[in-house]
């Protein structure tokens, strides 16, 4: 053919072909672009009404929540406190008349319980305590025994309150029908052991019952049963109601947030730490295990001749005089029951920002939930009220909620204990905090680091990360059963994982990010398949610290490099880069719901917002410099916007109004505590240098004091007008209370002041070194001059506690090697005849070692598990905190070697100090590397009425 041919022009025809089809794609283009803004907008809309439904649920929860507080409230209110203990009131209506909404809440995620969950559990509608247990008290009054039923569940769990007899109805017909479809038939409770004085493997319980059943009879225990009769249960169990003529109320037990690991693990071994717990009850029950050390020291022994009883600790003999007045009755083998007293987690101080993510959110019924230590707080800022989910034992690592917005999933860090400590996820109600479903018990490595909850299909499957050595990434169908069924799990990544989120419209796809990455993963027939995300030429980040997903399905992320990147729906390329966005680290993204994105920095503290095209619109805000940058953000009612900080503190404002704190707290280990002697505050300190003074009464910071160096001691004096602090260089301060202007500062040695301590007429200072010395100072001129007058010399380890005698003549003082002296501050010897002292009536009762306190010891201690003690005001009463994370209660004194103390955990960390509020309504406990801070409400005769 002819070249020429070839090159001729197209013909007019082809020509008007080929611009209608141009034509044609354009159009096509245009619609296909226009149906996309209108899925778009659909799918934005059944979002808004999601929202909207949800909102609606949860104030229907938060109602019945309400009601129920109220109708207990009220019922507890007609009762006199003469007849209280033989009947229980009536609720005002029928469960049944509230039972009907439940329904509402039936929808894919296992929601439809959470109504029926809120109603039964209608003591725990302010604060919930922390884990508990029960004395078994069998031969006291047969009709306070504990009565069990089990079911199919193998998490064990204990009923919550139920006020009628329709009630108990219903949750026996619910057990019966539970244990029918189980295959098992429920056991005749009549076939139960009895009790014997065997002792049982501990688990956490939590009494709804009486406050005051008849606790000063014998403790008696229950023998191990088998792991199939542990096993309970979710549902709640149905126990038999005592009669109103009966003299004390029967105690029934909440548990639905416990797990047995001897019924989940199939272990015998029993626990040295407290179980898991269901919060919601007015009070926290011990009961001890075979596993843990048991009450008494071994190979005491008591020379009534001489007047003196003898044990060891760590192989070094430790001696006691006994009071005159109690050497003839004084007997080994008697056993102090635990006090009629009870501790209620009333309030937890504190926020986990500093090494954690993504922790921060508002519930539709305007609750903050979050976590410090072992505790999950659901905080109402408007009512200013606090409750606690106290399932966990030990660190809370991650958070997250489901899309129904009531389930919670919370991920706990490996404990030192080898059953309870390991790691796991639990999800639970958020209206009666009781516990669904444990995951992965046994099965998780190290630590939870993020957890997410799927969003396209409803919430029906949950992805975890254990931070491993290869960061592992599972998932979970978690509504199977109640430990959940894992689908699948691959190695993540050898880098740190430090985040992992569903996407919310493609209901296969998951997101993890890190160090040096981000994944996209794709779930196909139970496994997983990873694509690394892209960067192309641009700068690689060290780390990509958070995501987030756009309107349009994009995946929006945050780096180390100050950057933000716009991911494709679908891809692993990236769409948009916005540089510099922030100087440092982006971390945190929250996409709001009219599409605008929030960015909080890391390093500079400002909040920047951004619209919807990622364009900057010219609002910004910053967080204050004092609370640190902002770690997470969660978005508030109407235009308030949550920052969760760098240094544990929480905010609440908007690009319109400044940022005010909510919630602040320590970032360094706590060890300093005092209480204020004529009001209603307290003191911390902390190694971060601040000392902070908070009031008990408005749960607020009444001020803060940056002091420098690391606080180890803290005392206030008698008038209240001066605070003595020792810090850990060996230098002390008195500082006036008032105006924080120091007063008075030395320096003795270069150890730390483990403990400084007025003398009861405030006239002279004991400070116990680590130096092993203890020195004295004469205080004159209102506290503005301190003349140094001695120092005593005679421990061989450094000073733990001390105690100044009433009249001011005498020191009790504890070492670090057990040893127990005495002084005589006048002449700074030591007083070598102990047995002088027997009668000598305490100031305070602090040391850990005397005969006041000899019971707090358990069998096979080694002198480093009690950490600190406190006695009441009143002298009824002895706290204590150890290194298992727990507060324990005793009667005082605790002077038999067989005390039995109420056992309370919520700390994560070891508990190093303990004070009673100058009222005694109240306990202040303090961990250590946890850095919390809880308040415990006292409750007592005089009190749970008004509680």
Same mark, same amino acid.
């Given at each position: 053919?002819?070249?020429?041919?070839?090159?001729?022009?197209?013909?007019?025809?082809?020509?008007?072909?080929?611009?209608?089809?141009?034509?044609?794609?354009?159009?096509?283009?245009?619609?296909?672009?226009?149906?996309? +803004?209108?899925?778009?907008?659909?799918?934005?809309?059944?979002?808004?009404?999601?929202?909207?439904?949800?909102?609606?649920?949860?104030?229907?929860?938060?109602?019945?929540?309400?009601?129920?507080?109220?109708?207990?409230?009220?019922?507890?209110?007609?009762?006199?406190?003469?007849?209280? $203990?033989?009947?229980?009131?009536?609720?005002?209506?029928?469960?049944?008349?509230?039972?009907?909404?439940?329904?509402?809440?039936?929808?894919?995620?296992?929601?439809?319980?959470?109504?029926?969950?809120?109603?039964?559990?209608?003591?725990?509608?302010?604060?919930?305590?922390?884990?508990?247990?029960?004395?078994?008290?069998?031969?006291?009054?047969?009709?306070?025994?504990?009565?069990?039923?089990?079911?199919?569940? $193998?998490?064990?769990?204990?009923?919550?309150?139920?006020?009628?007899?329709?009630?108990?109805? +219903?949750?026996?017909?619910?057990?019966?029908?539970?244990?029918?479809?189980?295959?098992?038939?429920?056991?005749?409770?009549?076939?139960?052991?009895?009790?014997?004085?065997?002792?049982?493997?501990?688990?956490?319980?939590?009494?709804?019952?009486?406050?005051?059943?008849?606790?000063?009879?014998?403790?008696?225990?229950?023998?191990?049963?088998?792991?199939?009769?542990?096993?309970?249960?979710?549902?709640?169990?149905?126990?038999?109601?005592?009669?109103?003529?009966?003299?004390?109320?029967?105690?029934?037990?909440?548990?639905?947030?416990?797990?047995?690991?001897?019924?989940?693990?199939?272990?015998?071994?029993?626990?040295?730490?407290?179980?898991?717990?269901?919060?919601?009850?007015?009070?926290?029950?011990?009961? %001890?295990?075979?596993?843990?050390?048991?009450?008494?020291?071994?190979?005491?022994?008591?020379?009534?001749?001489?007047?003196?009883?003898?044990?060891?600790?760590?192989?070094?003999?430790?001696?006691?005089?006994?009071?005159?007045?109690?050497?003839?009755?004084?007997?080994?083998?008697?056993?102090?029951?635990?006090?009629?007293?009870?501790?209620?987690?009333?309030?937890?101080?504190?926020?986990?920002?500093?090494?954690?993510?993504?922790?921060?959110?508002?519930?539709?019924?305007?609750?903050?939930?979050?976590?410090?230590?072992?505790?999950?707080?659901?905080?109402?800022?408007?009512?200013?009220?606090?409750?606690?989910?106290?399932?966990?034992?030990?660190?809370?690592?991650?958070?997250?909620?489901?899309?129904?917005?009531?389930?919670?999933?919370?991920?706990?860090?490996?404990?030192?204990?080898?059953?309870?400590?390991?790691?796991?996820?639990?999800?639970?109600?958020?209206?009666?905090?009781?516990?669904?479903?444990?995951?992965?018990?046994?099965? =998780?490595?190290?630590?939870?680091?993020?957890?997410?909850?799927?969003?396209?299909?409803?919430?029906?499957?949950?992805?975890?990360?254990?931070?491993?050595?290869?960061?592992?990434?599972?998932?979970? +169908? %978690?509504?199977?059963?109640?430990?959940? !069924?894992?689908?699948?799990?691959?190695?993540?990544?050898?880098?740190?994982?430090?985040?992992?989120?569903?996407?919310?419209?493609?209901?296969?796809?998951?997101?993890?990010?890190?160090?040096? !990455?981000?994944?996209?993963?794709?779930?196909?027939?139970?496994?997983?398949?990873?694509?690394?995300?892209?960067?192309?030429?641009?700068?690689?980040?060290?780390?990509?610290?958070?995501?987030? =997903?756009?309107?349009?399905?994009?995946?929006?992320?945050?780096?180390?490099?100050?950057?933000?990147?716009?991911?494709?729906?679908?891809?692993?390329?990236?769409?948009?880069?916005?540089?510099?966005?922030?100087?440092?680290?982006?971390?945190?993204?929250?996409?709001?719901?009219?599409? !605008?994105?929030?960015?909080?920095?890391?390093?500079?503290?400002?909040?920047?917002?951004?619209?919807?095209?990622?364009?900057?619109?010219?609002?910004?805000?910053?967080?204050?410099?004092?609370?640190?940058?902002?770690?997470?953000?969660?978005?508030?009612?109407?235009?308030?916007?949550?920052?969760?900080?760098?240094?544990?503190?929480?905010?609440?404002?908007?690009?319109?109004?400044?940022?005010?704190?909510?919630?602040?707290?320590?970032?360094?280990?706590?060890?300093?505590?005092?209480?204020?002697?004529? +009001?209603?505050?307290?003191?911390?300190?902390?190694?971060?240098?601040?000392?902070?003074?908070?009031?008990?009464?408005?749960?607020?910071?009444?001020?803060?004091?940056?002091?420098?160096?690391?606080?180890?001691?803290?005392?206030?004096?008698?008038?209240?007008?001066?605070?003595?602090?020792?810090?850990?260089?060996?230098?002390?301060?008195?500082?006036?209370?008032?105006?924080?202007?120091?007063?008075?500062?030395?320096?003795?040695?270069?150890?730390?002041?483990?403990?400084?301590?007025?003398?009861?007429?405030?006239?002279?200072?004991?400070?116990?070194?680590?130096?092993?010395?203890?020195?004295?100072?004469?205080?004159?001129?209102?506290?503005?001059?301190?003349?140094?007058?001695?120092?005593?010399?005679?421990?061989?380890?450094?000073?733990?506690?001390?105690?100044?005698?009433?009249?001011?003549?005498?020191?009790?003082?504890?070492?670090?090697?057990?040893?127990?002296?005495?002084?005589?501050?006048?002449?700074?010897?030591?007083?070598?005849?102990?047995?002088?002292?027997?009668?000598?009536?305490?100031?305070?009762?602090?040391?850990?070692?005397?005969?006041?306190?000899?019971?707090? %010891?358990?069998?096979?201690?080694?002198?480093?598990?009690?950490?600190?003690?406190?006695?009441?005001?009143?002298?009824?009463?002895?706290?204590?905190?150890?290194?298992?994370?727990?507060?324990?209660?005793?009667?005082?004194?605790?002077?038999?070697?067989?005390?039995?103390? !109420?056992?309370?955990?919520?700390?994560?960390?070891?508990?190093?100090?303990?004070?009673?509020?100058?009222?005694?309504?109240?306990?202040?406990?303090?961990?250590?590397?946890?850095?919390?801070?809880?308040?415990?409400?006292?409750?007592?005769?005089?009190?749970?009425?008004?509680?």
């Amino acid at each position: 053919m002819d070249v020429r041919q070839l090159e001729q022009p197209m013909s007019p025809v082809s020509s008007a072909d080929t611009g209608l089809c141009s034509a044609s794609d354009e159009m096509l283009e245009h619609e296909n672009e226009a149906l996309k +803004e209108r899925v778009h907008g659909l799918e934005r809309k059944v979002h808004e009404q999601n929202d909207e439904i949800l909102c609606l649920r949860a104030t229907l929860a938060d109602v019945l929540r309400r009601l129920n507080s109220l109708e207990s409230f009220t019922s507890k209110g007609r009762e006199s406190p003469s007849g209280a $203990r033989g009947r229980r009131a009536s609720p005002l209506r029928d469960r049944e008349s509230i039972s009907h909404p439940s329904t509402v809440f039936e929808e894919k995620g296992d929601a439809s319980s959470l109504i029926d969950d809120s109603s039964k559990n209608d003591e725990s509608r302010v604060t919930s305590p922390s884990q508990t247990e029960t004395l078994s008290e069998g031969s006291c009054d047969s009709s306070n025994r504990e009565r069990t039923s089990t079911g199919g569940s $193998r998490i064990p769990t204990r009923t919550p309150v139920l006020h009628s007899s329709s009630i108990l109805r +219903e949750s026996r017909t619910r057990l019966n029908s539970q244990d029918v479809r189980n295959g098992e038939p429920t056991p005749d409770r009549k076939s139960r052991r009895p009790h014997s004085t065997i002792i049982t493997k501990r688990s956490s319980h939590q009494s709804t019952g009486s406050l005051f059943d008849n606790d000063n009879c014998p403790i008696h225990y229950k023998p191990i049963t088998s792991p199939k009769k542990q096993m309970s249960s979710l549902s709640s169990r149905a126990y038999d109601f005592q009669s109103p003529t009966s003299a004390s109320m029967h105690k029934r037990w909440s548990s639905s947030s416990d797990f047995s690991a001897q019924g989940i693990m199939g272990s015998s071994n029993s626990l040295k730490r407290l179980g898991s717990t269901n919060s919601g009850s007015l009070t926290n029950l011990t009961k %001890w295990s075979s596993g843990m050390q048991k009450p008494g020291l071994r190979d005491a022994s008591f020379n009534e001749e001489d007047g003196y009883i003898k044990f060891y600790l760590r192989g070094r003999p430790i001696v006691l005089y006994v009071p005159s007045h109690l050497i003839e009755s004084y007997s080994l083998s008697t056993v102090t029951p635990g006090p009629q007293s009870r501790l209620k987690l009333e309030w937890a101080y504190g926020y986990r920002g500093k090494d954690c993510r993504s922790n921060l959110y508002l519930l539709p019924t305007g609750e903050i939930v979050y976590f410090i230590a072992a505790v999950v707080v659901l905080y109402n800022v408007e009512e200013q009220t606090q409750r606690h989910y106290l399932g966990h034992t030990d660190d809370v690592k991650c958070l997250c909620i489901h899309p129904n917005k009531l389930l919670i999933a919370t991920g706990q860090t490996a404990g030192h204990d080898k059953m309870e400590g390991k790691p796991h996820i639990r999800i639970w109600n958020s209206v009666s905090l009781s516990t669904l479903h444990v995951l992965g018990l046994g099965e =998780f490595e190290r630590s939870i680091t993020a957890i997410s909850f799927s969003k396209a299909d409803g919430g029906g499957l949950l992805a975890a990360i254990d931070e491993a050595n290869d960061h592992v990434l599972s998932l979970w +169908e %978690w509504q199977k059963g109640e430990t959940g !069924h894992k689908i699948t799990e691959t190695k993540c990544s050898a880098d740190t994982v430090i985040g992992v989120d569903f996407h919310p419209m493609d209901r296969h796809t998951v997101v993890t990010c890190g160090k040096n !990455h981000i994944a996209f993963w794709n779930i196909e027939g139970g496994t997983l398949s990873r694509r690394l995300g892209i960067f192309e030429s641009r700068d690689k980040p060290k780390y990509v610290t958070c995501i987030a =997903f756009a309107d349009n399905g994009d995946v929006i992320s945050g780096d180390s490099n100050g950057n933000i990147l716009v991911w494709g729906r679908g891809t692993n390329t990236i769409l948009k880069s916005i540089k510099n966005a922030h100087e440092g680290a982006v971390f945190s993204l929250l996409v709001l719901k009219d599409g !605008h994105v929030v960015s909080g920095g890391g390093k500079d503290g400002q909040l920047t917002l951004w619209d919807p095209s990622y364009r900057r619109t010219g609002y910004t805000a910053e967080v204050p410099e004092q609370y640190g940058n902002c770690r997470t953000i969660a978005e508030g009612k109407g235009s308030q916007l949550l920052v969760g900080t760098t240094k544990n503190a929480i905010l609440a404002g908007s690009f319109e109004l400044p940022f005010s704190v909510i919630m602040s707290g320590h970032i360094e280990e706590l060890w300093a505590l005092v209480s204020h002697p004529t +009001e209603p505050q307290f003191v911390t300190g902390a190694f971060d240098g601040t000392i902070t003074m908070w009031d008990s009464m408005s749960k607020t910071v009444v001020w803060t004091l940056d002091n420098g160096e690391p606080v180890q001691s803290l005392d206030i004096s008698p008038d209240g007008s001066s605070v003595a602090v020792g810090t850990t260089t060996g230098k002390w301060q008195l500082l006036d209370m008032y105006t924080r202007e120091e007063l008075v500062q030395h320096t003795d040695g270069s150890e730390p002041i483990q403990v400084i301590r007025f003398s009861p007429d405030g006239k002279t200072l004991a400070i116990g070194s680590r130096d092993n010395h203890i020195y004295l100072y004469q205080l004159n001129d209102d506290y503005k001059k301190a003349n140094r007058v001695g120092r005593c010399t005679g421990h061989s380890s450094f000073i733990t506690q001390l105690d100044w005698s009433e009249d001011g003549s005498a020191i009790r003082s504890n070492s670090g090697d057990h040893d127990v002296l005495f002084w005589n501050p006048n002449t700074c010897r030591q007083i070598l005849q102990p047995s002088q002292l027997k009668d000598v009536q305490w100031a305070t009762d602090t040391c850990r070692i005397s005969f006041n306190s000899v019971g707090i %010891w358990p069998e096979g201690a080694d002198g480093t598990d009690i950490n600190n003690c406190a006695r009441s005001h009143d002298g009824s009463l002895l706290v204590t905190g150890d290194d298992f994370g727990t507060v324990r209660l005793y009667q005082f004194p605790a002077s038999n070697i067989k005390s039995i103390g !109420h056992i309370y955990g919520g700390h994560s960390s070891h508990v190093t100090n303990v004070a009673f509020m100058h009222e005694d309504n109240r306990v202040i406990s303090i961990g250590g590397k946890d850095m919390s801070v809880l308040q415990w409400k006292v409750l007592n005769q005089k009190n749970r009425f008004d509680d």
